[in-house]
């Protein structure tokens, strides 16, 4: 099932952009989970749109309706159902798109796969708007998750070729993890916000978009968890990652960048710490070796394409009439999506590394 994930603890998404609302199903969550409904509703703050001009106008109050699995703030053990009501739909945005395929989205490859049934108005179930019922999902998981010590965090670590500082690779707290989060603007560095908005704000001017890198750190993810080949913590990731609207590349560690050194110079060697933990000096292997944990800080980065939706006018076809034409998008959109996709990593890394925590330990749901 496409918009299903987990295998322990599963995470279904269902609704369209412009239907009456959105929503999660979380099967498999452990009984007994105090969740604190005030962090949980200011993390998925962070993502909803019209914060400020480097976002969508759309106001959407995503606070989420939970409709079981829950009393009094714990977790029963049963699904939990979720459902976030959609009020600022301008569906006529889109009357004239119906058979014009917009540059960079699904309309096309959607029309044919659903045989001309699928919902095009705002994108449909392809919409970004479904990040908020995953956000909602991975909300939950990152307060389970840092009850056994576990944090996630991320930051926006570039935005068309303007850099914010990187995570630390070995000796990363808890603290560096999550302060981003904490800021209006998502980065380690505040020099570097300055210099993004303003990429960004020229982008919105111009009518046209920019893309990002997302970097993802975890730690205190203990060592063990994860299977070589095709059930890696990687491929795991990886599978999550890529059904985040736009997303276009991943990379772990050192990455790419790994290509282009010795054997000598990535290794990385192991030493015994402080703690008289197992551990590795350097961390270019970004937490996984084999496809499992290490102990070391998980290390992702996301690479998001700029947003399609632009108001240039651009080539096209009409895939019914099978013409080519033009077309300039209308609506509300993000000049950078990378932005508000920072909650939403952290949020998929919580639910994947959750459930593949919960499978290596055996916690079958009651």
Not at 19 to 31: E, H, M, R, S, T
Not at 72 to 83: D, K, M, N
Not at 295 to 315: C, H, N, V, W, Y
Request: aromatic content about 6%; charged content about 25%.
């Amino acid at each position: 099932m496409s918009s299903q994930i987990g295998n322990i603890l599963k995470v279904s998404l269902f609704g369209e952009s412009h239907g009456p609302a959105i929503g999660a199903v979380i099967d498999g969550f452990p009984p007994g989970t105090e969740i604190d409904m005030q962090k949980l509703l200011a993390f998925m703050k962070r993502r909803a749109p019209g914060r400020d001009k480097t976002s969508t106008p759309r106001k959407e109050s995503d606070l989420p309706e939970i409709l079981s699995g829950m009393s009094g703030g714990v977790t029963c053990g049963t699904p939990i159902a979720a459902v976030i009501k959609n009020a600022d739909q301008r569906s006529g945005d889109y009357a004239k798109m119906s058979a014009a395929a917009r540059p960079g989205h699904a309309d096309y490859t959607g029309f044919v796969r659903y045989r001309g049934k699928n919902d095009v108005r705002g994108g449909g179930h392809f919409s970004a708007r479904l990040t908020a019922p995953l956000t909602f999902a991975g909300g939950l998981c990152l307060q389970y998750l840092q009850s056994r010590g576990i944090f996630i965090g991320a930051h926006l670590k570039s935005v068309h070729g303007e850099e914010d500082s990187s995570f630390p690779e070995t000796d990363l707290t808890p603290q560096q993890i999550l302060a981003p989060g904490e800021k209006d603007f998502p980065v380690i560095d505040d020099s570097a916000e300055e210099r993004m908005r303003a990429v960004i704000e020229k982008a919105r001017r111009d009518g046209d978009s920019v893309g990002g890198i997302v970097e993802v750190a975890v730690t205190g993810m203990p060592a063990g968890i994860g299977s070589p080949i095709f059930d890696t913590v990687e491929g795991r990731l990886s599978l999550a990652y890529f059904g985040i609207p736009a997303v276009k590349g991943v990379e772990f560690g050192a990455g790419f960048s790994a290509s282009q050194l010795r054997g000598s110079e990535n290794n990385d060697a192991y030493c015994i710490g402080a703690d008289g933990s197992i551990r590795t000096k350097t961390n270019h292997h970004g937490g996984i070796l084999g496809g499992i944990s290490s102990g070391m800080p998980i290390i992702a980065r996301l690479a998001f394409k700029p947003t399609p939706s632009i108001g240039k006018e651009q080539d096209t076809i009409d895939f019914i009439r099978r013409e080519e034409t033009k077309i300039s998008v209308a609506g509300r959109h993000d000049p950078c999506v990378a932005v508000r996709a920072v909650p939403v990593a952290e949020a998929v890394t919580a639910v994947v590394l959750m459930d593949m925590l919960m499978e290596q330990e055996g916690m079958l749901p009651d």
